[in-house]
């Protein structure tokens, strides 16, 4: 008997299903199906000021194209704002309203978070001070010595990270009042059941905390798998803007042709093969495979 699994793809609607992308939606459907599992997609559009009018539905209709059909209704975060509300007010003892703007954190000069993010201080720990006012909620993080989170990625290896010195405090809602990513990711996950979570590894670095999250919320941790991520020639990671697929409605051998470059890219060896059904006949037991060897 199959263990459950439920797995997702997550994709932000900021743009086209690029060829990196494209690898992360083709690892999380062929574990989703190696393990004869559930396999969803989430459009994560919380944060609306980047959301593209029609990129989602692209995105969509181009999984559907290249034979990715979703198991259930596609969820979007835009749509689940109460879901992200009430986990906020119930963990409202480990937040905190910070005034603080982006540049008085900067000049605190603690550095950066993997992410990008300035480390947070802890200005506003223990109030906000005379005359400010709210600007982001943010959740704290245990004392140095008690803040280690580790967890074993089932690519990656055993990633470990200290959140004090590593991330702060971090936000959970932001100044232009949108939920943030990493809270709405771990309401999500949680709510949808979700067991494995495979993506991109230009997320490794935000999971310690959203394991920190999920255990202030008291809500289990999945498994994760992160795939290395696709870089052009000069080593960027690839964009929304210069990876867009080439893929016409209707042209299968395009379609084949850009999953089968996925693949290869994911370590997998298949044999040419001419259409949709051929492809997936032989991508899902390779992946099997695959893990089978790595185990
Ligand atoms: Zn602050």
Redesign the pocket.
Known sequence: MNEPYIGRFAPSPTGPLHAGSLVAALASYLDARAHHGTWLVRIEDIDEGRAVPGAAEGILALLEQLGMHADGEIVWQSRRKALYQAAAERIALHTYP???NRR??ADSRLGFAPDGAAI?PG??RHGLAEGRSM?SL?LRVPDPGFDVISFQDRFAGEVTQRLSGESGDFVLKRADGFWAYQLAVVVDDAEQGVTDVVRGADLLDSTPRQIFLQRVLDVPTPRYLHVPVVRNELGEKLSKQTGALAVAPGDEQAAVAALSDATRFLGLQLAPVESLDAFWRAAVPAWANLLRERA
């Open positions: 910070c005034g603080c008085e954190i947070y200005t506003c600007r943010r």
